[in-house]
């Protein structure tokens, strides 16, 4: 049986007299959650990954204010949508979902995937070849790292990644010229290295909000001096956020890395498509070689470790296949209703 097919096993549609009813599993990663929606949402249209996104964006938008807003959710709340694959030799597709719409790839949600499609047996304890997840970015595959048949975490292989800009500059209100690197590790985000810059800013719980303003300044202020192209995929060309790096305190630890992307949500994990983007980065500026690997903290001091696998060429970049590893951690499953008489039945979002 696919893997597919033992997912839809996992839970046919529910009603509660009149409500409709969306059952979840939900992890996190490094602290940054996920919500796995396991039914609830109608069989997707297309025949892609990247088309059923599209179905969903424009046919059910509903259903991810529901489940992604309060009372259910709250203003960083992350979610994904299982789908079939984009052909018969993928094991699943995942359509991903935040305060904003919908994503291209989330390296912290296949992680966590990876370990639900074992803990929960859609994947064979035996099995040997990875986990090939249809993203709308493309085909990522995922393995689980095992102790004594005990899944420890997990690591994925993402897309192509690639620099487009080093050392480009924007102008932002009160900081002057802000230096940033553009890249794409299955979405593009605008890095700012705190050592290429002239400003403080804690890259921790107290400068939360300063991270979330400065964040979506530097997006926005990059955005409009034309957004990003993807040489293949025009859903794929959009900026989805601001990457911060800055030094750790802890040894052994290269570096911390803070994402602000969507609608000002931040990362508690180390972003799995940004560290991808980052080594990407690291390897035009000859500071990474292939088998290396780097270890990148979050906001939450969670750990994912990163390293290049090997060159390739995509369309006119010189571009690397990323590895990124880190561990999930099943929370909690649940059922949410819709009940038809509620006046805020599709969410609100207060910061």
């Given amino acids: 049986m696919s893997v597919y097919k033992k997912i839809l096993e996992y839970g046919g549609p529910e009603k509660f007299g009149d409500k409709l009813a969306f059952k979840t599993i939900d992890l996190h990663t490094g602290g940054e959650p996920l919500r796995v929606i396991m039914n609830g949402f109608p069989e997707p249209k297309g025949k892609s990954v990247l088309e059923y996104r599209h179905f969903y964006r424009e046919s059910y938008d509903q259903f991810r204010k529901l489940l992604m807003f309060e009372p259910r959710g709250h203003a960083d709340m992350y979610g994904c949508l299982l789908t079939p694959p984009n052909d018969a030799s993928g094991d699943f597709g995942v359509v991903f979902m935040h305060n904003e719409g919908y994503s291209t790839m989330c390296g912290h949600a296949i992680i966590a995937l990876a370990k639900l499609a074992y803990e929960m047996g859609w994947v064979e304890n035996s099995r040997k070849g990875p986990l090939k997840i249809d993203a709308p970015c493309g085909r990522i595959e995922a393995h689980i790292d095992k102790q004594d048949g005990r899944a420890l975490g997990a690591r994925f292989r993402g897309v192509p990644s690639f620099a487009i800009d080093l050392d480009k500059t924007v102008d932002i209100a009160e900081l002057g010229s802000v230096s940033y690197d553009l890249a794409y590790g299955g979405a593009f985000y605008a890095y700012v290295d705190l050592d290429r810059n002239d400003f403080e800013l804690e890259l921790d719980s107290h400068g939360y909000r300063d991270l979330i303003d400065l964040g979506m300044r530097i997006k926005e202020a990059v955005s409009n ?127």
């Fill in 225 to 351: 001096q034309g957004p990003p192209v993807h040489p293949f995929e025009p859903d794929l060309s959009f900026l989805y956020g601001t990457i911060f790096i800055g030094p750790s305190k802890n040894t052994g630890i290269d570096s911390r890395n803070v994402c602000v992307f969507a609608d000002g949500e931040v990362d508690r994990s180390p972003t799995g498509s940004g560290v991808s983007g980052r080594l990407a980065i690291h390897r035009a500026r000859n500071e990474i070689n292939p088998g290396e690997t780097m270890r990148i903290e979050s906001i939450t001091g969670s750990v994912f470790t990163g390293s290049v696998v090997e060159d390739v060429t995509y369309g006119p970049y010189k571009a690397v296949i990323p590895e990124v590893a880190g561990s999930a951690f099943i929370t909690g499953f649940h059922t949410f209703v819709l009940d038809p008489n509620d006046p805020l039945s599709t969410g609100f979002i207060l910061r």
